[in-house]
């Protein structure tokens, strides 16, 4: 039968290379080096061990290594890939407006500016950051350097319970859009527009204020 003369084991210098491969994947890279570092150190003594060792056919070595690699790759799409993604969204946001000091009047201005040469993502940024500004403006939130805009929504939502869940859509457009994750369509940009204005038609609750 032809299917037993394929080889199902690589031999070890093809074993070292299949690793040497994988691990040059960018998949293994990450803010910290210390997976990679520790697959290298890994591979690396178990070279060593069986080279040393005559006792340990090629054959076995090159299944281990094969192995090592197989869960080398699950782990990190578990840690790097989608999971990783969804909880980083959930966790991480962008700060809004940074060294910006114009007005809300001048953010809009610029937002109405960007969408007239369609510059969709540009648009949707400065009308957030004007919706930010404008609640600055009006006291419901402090100006605080490095703002985020999950600050400005946690902090700003429970003063503005009709527009609450408006500003968490908002927020998390605008986190979207800063990280590069979504590029903003022309009816993004009217939607948060029109976000804007209903935010900024909203008189903060009583008990807000007086707290």
């Known amino acids: 039968m032809m299917w037993l003369d394929i080889p199902v084991v690589p031999d070890g210098d ?6 040497e491969e994988e691990l040059s994947k960018s998949v293994y890279s990450s803010d910290g080096e210390s997976l990679l570092i520790k697959l290298i150190r890994v591979i690396s ?16 070595a090159a299944v281990v290594i094969v192995s090592v690699l197989a869960v080398a790759a699950a782990v990190s799409f578990i840690v790097f890939g989608p999971v990783r993604r969804r909880r980083r969204s959930r966790t991480v946001s962008q700060a809004v407006l ?10 809009r201005e610029a937002a109405l500016s960007h969408a007239a040469v369609g510059q969709w993502s540009l648009a949707v940024m400065n009308q957030f950051r004007a919706i930010t500004r404008s609640l600055i403006e009006r006291a419901i939130i402090d100006d605080r350097p ?4 999950y600050e400005v929504v946690l902090i700003a939502g429970p003063k503005l319970t009709s527009s609450q869940v408006t500003l968490q859509q908002a927020g998390r457009l605008f986190d979207r859009v800063c990280y590069g994750e979504v590029a903003a369509t022309q009816d993004e940009f009217t939607w948060i527009k029109d976000a804007d204005a209903s935010v900024s038609a909203t008189r903060p609750n009583t008990a807000a204020v007086m707290t």
Do not use: M
Request: glycine share 6%; aromatic share 8%; no cysteine.
């Open 14 to 19: 093809e074993a070292r290379r299949w690793a």
């Open 45 to 60: 003594e178990f070279f060593s061990r069986a080279e040393a060792n005559t006792q340990v056919p090629v054959d076995v």
């Open 98 to 107: 940074g060294d910006d000091t114009r007005t809300a009047a001048e953010l």
């Open 146 to 149: 490095g703002q985020t805009a």
